[in-house]
């Protein structure tokens, strides 16, 4: 049985930086494409980021392009979302998910999600 696990999420003042981490297990990690997407109560989920399991190519919502690095260590099966430059409309639900497909929108399990607010 595949588990993510996130952590890293709280509470930051606008401006600054969090690192969001993703532990895969129950499954061979390099195999997974693994993404990280968000949800607002009531909204539907945004894609923010992935990496493939593919050559390790990456894929940014433009919303977070050149403030959001995505990334990937197969020794740890873990996956980690750098958010720098957070602002408020970044406060939402991020959630983990890991994939079998090369490509950012499709996935097959998915973590429990964690809160991520800014605000001053």
């Known amino acids: 049985q595949v588990q993510l696990v996130e952590s890293g999420g709280g509470l930051v003042q606008p401006g600054a930086s969090l690192r969001l981490s993703c532990v895969v297990s129950?499954?061979?990690?390099?195999?997974?494409?693994m993404g990280w997407i968000r949800q607002s109560p009531g909204k539907d989920r945004d894609f923010v980021a992935a990496?493939?399991?593919?050559?390790?190519?990456?894929y940014y919502a433009d919303s977070v392009r050149g403030r959001f690095t995505v990334s990937r260590d197969n020794a740890k099966n873990t996956a980690y979302l750098q958010m720098n430059g957070l602002g408020p409309g970044d406060t939402d639900v991020y959630y983990c998910?890991?994939?079998?497909?090369?490509?950012?929108?499709?996935?097959?399990?998915w973590g429990q999600g964690i809160q991520v607010t800014v605000s001053s």
């Open positions: 998910a890991a994939g079998y497909a090369p490509g950012p929108y499709a996935y097959d399990y």
């Open positions: 129950g499954g061979t990690f390099s195999n997974f494409t």
């Open positions: 990496i493939s399991w593919e050559r390790g190519r990456t």
